[in-house]
């Protein structure tokens, strides 16, 4: 495992929407484990494959509850409702702390490391980080969605 560099706003790659992953290979899982240990070292609640320079829809998320680190990859959104308005920050913008506007329920559909498929229905602080990395792969961040 390696802690990798993790991009900040101004580099391109941030903007670029990020493809399937066609196969979970042993490239795909080291890449997982160097995204959570990156995640984790740099104290983060989520961290999408993007902020590490990889065009690849993925993202690891631990919002630190009795469930740890969860592994999306090829994400869907299938559903979200309702609205909370909380302060988020980001690795990838720095000392930047804003009150965004998200949903506050959201359902996934997405495969796990072992590429088995799950539907998960999360809310509040899961929804947010969840909605939030999904967004890192369409090239959006959330400084984008400052009102």
Do not use: W
């Amino acid at each position: 495992m390696a802690i990798r560099n993790i991009r900040e706003n101004g580099d391109d790659v941030l903007r670029k929407k990020s493809k399937n992953v066609e196969e979970i290979n042993s490239r795909i899982i080291t890449l997982l484990k160097d995204m959570a240990e990156t995640m984790y070292e740099a104290d983060g609640v989520g961290l999408a494959a993007v902020q590490v320079g990889i065009l690849k829809r993925i993202f690891v998320i631990d919002a630190y509850d009795d469930e740890g680190l969860r592994v999306f990859i090829n994400p869907e959104i299938l559903e979200t409702k309702g609205s909370q308005l909380g302060e988020e920050g980001c690795l990838s913008v720095p000392g930047q702390l804003e009150d965004i506007e998200r949903a506050n329920y959201v359902k996934v559909k997405a495969l796990n490391e072992r590429g088995e498929q799950f539907i998960l229905e999360a809310e509040e602080l899961l929804a947010r980080a969840i909605l939030h990395e999904y967004d890192h792969l369409e090239g959006i961040l959330f400084i984008d969605l400052i009102k």
